[in-house]
């Protein structure tokens, strides 16, 4: 069964399961103490601390091991912010980065700080002239991922960087997405990582603090990792993150040049497949292994469930998969289509002939969940007498409002409107989105009694 969902967790990779199960024999004493089996364990420590490091870009005692990427980026971000406190209390962020850190942003508000949120362009990318103008004086602290975990997109952070530089500002790095393939451009002052995200076990993060950068760790003070990660080290599984950290890095060059290819092939062979489809996230500045595409008129969680009785493990940014019903984050901020999502990441190791049979089955699928939802065929309706028409979608969810103004739209005449009542979160995002493929007027937003009305004008 083809597992095409990388970007959540890598499988492990052999060398990992091989450093683990030694590690499990020889690092099981405590590295803090000074008999033979504690020095045993302090030597397989070091050891990984030194590859992980190698990695990175950094000094060995610069990398902190934490319980998680989260926890890694979590303690970055009090750290430094906590260290920086007598400068500001203003902390800079991307529209986009991964939640852990908008979950970081929104507790730091919550204490009485300021966050700026800086916007991204339709590709999901920041232009690093506007994430510079946002470092003012009172910033203590800028984050910006190296690449998108949902549509693969790379930021330009060595541009950032260098204005993050040139204002005084550290910049915290979240590379778990990029870590596999390559090392962050220079400029950084922190960065997180997370193993299962490059093929290690799960529940290893790690954390770098440049030499210089202020830091004042947060909570109960522990001997542990110079304090930044407190409690005993998951020593075995630690060794396997570097491990694996190393191997994937001597295999990426040839891997990131066969899986780009892949998803070349379904970057351009979807939508000349399945109808009405938007291919996400910037052609070029890309992760190699990753694509993200939006259907019309589909239910995202419908076709993921159809596509895993097809036998393939796929991932979805669409609000319909999530358990509150609201649009995804990052492709809200981008200003894309959301319903239907599709995220393929590939791990190392799938075929041609994977990818040849998922491109074979999608077509299908994405028909089938169409049928079942009633979506407009590609006739246009009958055209009808009104001047302008008013769908009622309140109370109905993702994909349905699109679908109902796709069926109208056709019967109002040139020039005159459809108004589409909707409740639903993901209508501000889709509805627009549907307008721009369909080259459709979104005239905009307006109030009502229930939810929004949305006001769409025909145009052709």
Known sequence: MPYFDAASAAPLHPVARQALLAALDEGWADPARLYREGRRARLLLDAAREAAAEAVGCRPDELTF??????????????????????????????????????????HEDRG???ARVPVERTGAVDAQTFGRALTEDTALACLQSASHEVGTEQPVAEAAGLCRAAGVPLLVDAAQS??????????????????????????????????????PQGPADERESGRAPGFENLPAIVAAAASLRAVRAEADAEAARLRALVDLIRARVPALVPDVEVVGDPVRRLPHLVTFSCLYVDGEALLGELDRAGFSVSSGSSCTSSTLTPSHVLKAMGVLSEG????????????????????????????????????????????????????????????????????IGGVPVGATVTVLSDDEAARLDIPAWCAMREQEYVGE?????????????LS
């Open 66 to 107: 934490t319980s998680s990427g989260t926890r890694a980026v979590h303690s970055g971000i009090s750290g430094a912010l906590a260290g920086r406190r007598r400068v500001g209390r203003r902390l800079v962020v991307s529209a986009v980065e991964h939640s852990s850190v908008l979950h970081a942003a929104a507790d």
């Open 113 to 115: 700080g300021t966050v």
């Open 446 to 458: 307006e109030p009502a009694d229930r939810g929004a009305a949305h006001v769409v004008r025909r």
């Open 179 to 216: 870590l596999a393939w390559g090392p962050v451009p220079e400029g950084w002052s922190l960065l997180a990582g997370s193993a299962h995200k490059w093929g290690g076990p799960a529940g290893v993060g790690l954390l770098a603090v440049r030499k210089g950068v202020r830091f004042a």
């Open 341 to 408: 999502n599709v995220r393929v990441s590939l791990p190392r190791g799938t075929t041609e002939e994977d990818v040849d049979r998922f491109l074979e089955v999608l077509p299908g699928l994405v028909a089938g969940v169409r049928e079942k939802l009633g979506a407009p065929a590609a006739a246009a309706p009958s055209p009808a007498p009104d001047d302008s028409l008013v769908v009622d979608a309140l109370g109905k969810r993702c994909p349905v409002p699109v679908i109902e103004l796709a069926k109208v």
